[in-house]
Every structure is written in structure tokens, then in C-alpha cells.
């Protein structure tokens, strides 16, 4: 956060995202990330035998040892007066690195271009920020699973098109946001798992500088890429590049984190229509205020905010796809201002929409912890449309006790017909229908056990069943991976 509070404070860092991921898009990590870099560079060509022109090692153990003492020292104002007087970020890490480590100098960036330490600390950022985000979900969908679970048998009003239909039940329900997250998850996973490193590969992609220091040897090239990868973690290096490496990358995983904002847009969306028809509240703090200047509300700001962010979220990939349609041959540099954007952005964004959502599944309240399911509302709701619902199980009823299948079609139609009238003009309630079914001077209902064929339950199909197949089918299998990390949980004030 600024601490002289006279300039611009990006919201996404003072307010909503981590400090975790907020740190890990810093310029200390970002530039001491660039030194560990320049570290397996050097280790890897001392390794396959690097040799100076006296035909002796090129690079020796006391000079590996010193840049590994100065791999965190980074002193950024004195970076910054490089930078001024260069005007070449790398380069000016380059200078600061001499500065506290001047014995190493000849041995900092041997062979490689910018995008040697640019765009393989932003492919090992991104996988770090893929692995929390993919952790955050994780615990998302373990809290929502568990809600989803709670609640499988209760019975509610179902709507198609935003008008009341078939009954689910609020359990159900949870699992239609549940396993949008899960198909979220998946896709995290597999952009964090299949990420490649871009490697030692030069200054146009053709690992020229590195043939020459290798006096030739397309084997020792080939192991140096592998090994610089491995150094840093990865077990693919990318087949080919430019000078950078595909900007369609940078694309697939903004795409993913959008597909994720999606899901988080739609369920903040139900959880705000839920909130107004006082279903299911968010969770509402003691002393929280709704409205500066009506003291009754409870808005739900935190399903709003997530939409928000979200929207935020699904702007960004636009920028993205522009980036990469229009690299010109090896590598052109306008998309350098616009990457140092979007893509931590992203990635603060897409943390603060699960900070927010794990906020929304656990945080204490005064009706407990996590979402708030006011049963009474919702089984008001149900009583209020169920009689309409009921009327074909009705009709079987009766027609089961001799009476005449058209005959009680008929009887339903003209009271259901003359309730909804009597609904609409604001006089009448949907309950008064069984009250004139059992009254109807023709006695077809007369037989009929209506609390035995109107049980709201009856109408769920296999609500409950399906709830416990996806937590036992696809979300046992995710609790599993991340046993390690569940229960984390996110209270804001904010």
C-alpha cells in the first residue's frame, strides 16, 4: 500500500487481492526471481564444461559462490538510477548485480538476451500464481461441497428463465455453482501442469550466442536448455521461440482465469437475486453497516464485488489475444507495457474474486458461519407455487380412486385458471387452489390424501442423490489432492 497516501493506490493491492500474490507480482520478487535465473545459467554452462579462451573453466566455484551470496540483496533505488541513465531494465539489474557482486560480473547473463530472465520469471510467476489459485478454489469448492451437502434435501423453488418452475432443492442448486468451480479447477491445473519454460534459446530463438560459446557443440545446446529448465523446476522447455516465447501462452491462461471469473459472476449473480427474494443472505456482521443512509439494509456487497472483479477479470484477455495477433516476426516490443498490466492484474484479480468467495462460504456472522439459508422463506416460497406443481399428482390421485381422468383435468383447469386470476389482480394466493379443489361440489378430490401427494419433497426428483454423486464423484478426488490446505478460510473487513 502507498505509505505517503499522495498517489494513486491500485485497489487490487491495497484492498482486495493477498498479500501473497500481491508480493509475488513485487519488484523484489520479480528481480531476485532474474538473479536466481542468472545463477542456473552460470551453473548449468560450468556444468557441461563451459571453457574461457585460455582453455581453463570459464566459470569457477568462487564466482558461482558470490553470486549465490547476493541473490536477495536487491537495492532498488540503485537499480532504478541505472535504469534512468541505461534506460534498459535488465541491464540495470545487471549493473546493481555488479555492484554488491563484482567478481561474478563476467559470468551475469553470459549468452542471453533480455527475454532470457523476462519471460522465464514471468512463466515461473504465473505457475507459482496458478498453484495459489488453484489451492484458493480448491478450498472454494470443499466449502461449497460441504454447503451443498447440508442442505441436498431441502426442498426448493426451481426457476427457468427467472419464473418459478420445478422444485430443486438448495443443495442442488449448490452443486450447479459447484461444479462450474470444479470444471474451473481442471482447467487451472492443467495450464499450471503443461506450462513449459521458455529456456537459454537467445536472441531471435536460435540459440546462436550459446552454439558460439559452445564452440559448436548442438549437444551441450540442447542440455543447457533442458538443464536451465530443470534448475528452475520445470520438466518442459518450449520446442521453439522467438526472441519471446508464444504470446498465445499468456492468452490459454488468461482465458482460464476468465473462465473462472465467469463462474464467479454467475453465482455471485444467484447469490444477489437469492439475497432479494431473502432466501439465502451472505454473511452480515454484528456491526456491519448496509447504507449510509438506510439503516435497514443488507445489501449483499460481497456477491456484488465478486461480480465486479469478475467483470474486471473478463476484460483482460481481449488485451491479451491483441498481443499475440500482432508480434511481428521474433519479437516486437509493444507488448511489454501492456503484459506488465494485464497479466499480474489478472492474477491479483482472480485472487481477490476466491478471497472473497472463501469469505462468503466461512466468515463468521451473527446466523453463524458462511451462507445464511433462511429455511422459513424458502419453504413459504415452495407452499406458495406447490399447489400449482401438485396438480397433476392430484389428477393421478383421483383418477386412481375411480373418478374420470377428464372430469378432474377439467376441475383443475378452471380453478387453477380462476386462481391465478384472482393472483394477479392481487386479491388471491396460489394456496387457495387445493382449498377449492377439496371444496368442488363434483367431490372428484373428495377421496384424495392431499398431504400424501403434496409433500414439496415429492417434487425434487433426484436432487438429493445427485448432490452426494458430484461431492462423492468429483469433488472426493479434489479434497484429496489438496488435504494439505483445506479449511483455509478468508476474513475481510474490507
Known amino acids: 500500500m502507498n505509505e505517503t497516501n ?30 536466481r535465473l542468472w545463477l ?27 553470486l549465490r551470496a547476493h541473490l536477495d540483496d536487491i537495492d532498488l533505488k540503485r537499480a532504478a538510477a541505472h535504469e534512468k541513465r541505461l534506460r534498459h531494465d535488465v541491464m540495470a539489474q545487471v549493473h546493481a548485480l555488479k555492484d554488491v557482486a563484482p567478481g561474478c560480473g563476467d559470468i551475469v547473463h553470459l549468452g542471453a538476451t533480455s527475454c532470457y530472465v523476462t519471460d522465464n520469471a514471468d512463466l515461473i510467476l504465473m505457475r507459482e500464481g496458478l498453484n495459489q489459485l488453484c489451492e484458493s478454489l480448491a478450498c472454494a469448492i470443499d466449502a461449497l461441497a460441504t454447503f451443498a451437502t447440508t442442505w441436498k434435501d431441502e426442498p426448493t423453488l426451481g426457476f427457468t428463465h427467472f419464473q418459478p418452475a420445478q422444485l430443486t432443492t438448495v443443495g442442488k442448486r449448490a452443486t450447479l455453482w459447484l461444479f462450474d468451480f470444479v470444471l474451473d479447477l481442471q482447467e487451472l491445473e492443467r495450464r499450471r501442469d503443461e506450462l513449459p519454460f521458455r529456456g537459454a534459446k537467445g536472441t531471435t530463438g536460435t540459440q546462436a550466442s550459446f552454439l558460439a560459446l559452445f564452440n559448436g557443440d548442438h549437444e551441450k545446446v540442447r542440455r543447457l536448455d533442458a538443464l536451465v529448465a530443470k534448475k528452475m523446476g520445470f ?34 449473480t444467484d447469490l444477489r437475486l437469492l439475497a432479494h427474494r431473502q432466501e439465502v443472505d451472505e454473511p452480515f456482521e454484528a456491526e456491519q453497516i448496509g447504507s449510509s443512509a438506510m439503516a435497514y439494509k443488507r445489501n449483499p456487497m460481497r456477491a456484488e464485488r465478486m461480480c465486479s472483479l469478475a467483470r474486471f477479470i473478463s476484460g483482460l484477455p481481449a488485451m491479451a489475444a491483441d498481443t499475440a495477433s500482432t508480434q511481428w516476426f521474433e519479437r516486437t516490443l509493444d507488448d511489454s507495457a501492456c503484459r506488465r498490466l494485464y497479466i499480474p492484474q489478472a492474477f491479483l484479480a482472480t485472487d481477490a474474486v476466491l478471497r472473497i468467495a472463501l ?18 422463506i424458502v419453504a413459504k416460497n415452495v407452499r406458495e ?6 396438480t397433476e399428482n392430484l389428477m393421478m390421485a383421483a383418477v386412481q380412486a375411480g373418478e374420470d381422468r377428464q372430469v378432474v ?57 445427485q448432490v452426494e454423486e458430484l461431492v462423492g464423484e468429483h469433488v472426493a478426488p479434489i479434497r484429496a489432492r489438496y488435504a494439505s490446505v ?3 478460510t478468508a476474513e475481510l473487513h474490507v
Do not use: C
Request: proline share 6%; no cysteine.
Open 359 to 376: 469469505n462468503v462460504l466461512t466468515q463468521k456472522s451473527e446466523a453463524g458461519r458462511g451462507l445464511v439459508v433462511n429455511k422459513p
Open 486 to 488: 483445506l479449511g483455509k
Open 385 to 390: 407455487y406447490l399447489p400449482y406443481m401438485a
Open 40 to 66: 542456473a545459467l552460470a551453473e548449468a554452462e560450468a556444468e557441461l564444461g563451459l571453457l574461457g579462451d585460455d582453455g581453463q573453466p570459464r566459470i569457477t566455484p568462487a564466482k558461482l559462490d558470490e
Open 235 to 268: 520438466d518442459r522447455v518450449f520446442p521453439v521461440t522467438g526472441q519471446t516465447y508464444s504470446r498465445k501462452i499468456d492468452t490459454q491462461i488468461l482465458d482460464a482465469l476468465n473462465g473462472l471469473a465467469q463462474s464467479a459472476h454467475k453465482w455471485g
Open 6 to 35: 499522495d498517489v494513486y493506490d491500485n485497489p487490487l493491492i491495497g484492498r482486495y487481492a493477498s498479500s501473497e500474490m500481491a508480493e509475488r507480482w513485487g519488484p523484489l520478487r520479480k528481480f531476485r526471481t532474474w538473479r
Open 409 to 465: 383435468h377439467e376441475i383443475v383447469r378452471q380453478h387453477s385458471h380462476a386462481v391465478t386470476a384472482r393472483v394477479k389482480s392481487g386479491e388471491g394466493s396460489p394456496a387457495e387452489l387445493f382449498a377449492l379443489l377439496k371444496a368442488d361440489k363434483s367431490e372428484a378430490f373428495k377421496k384424495v390424501d392431499f398431504g400424501a401427494v403434496t409433500d414439496p419433497k415429492l417434487f425434487v426428483g433426484r436432487s438429493p442423490e
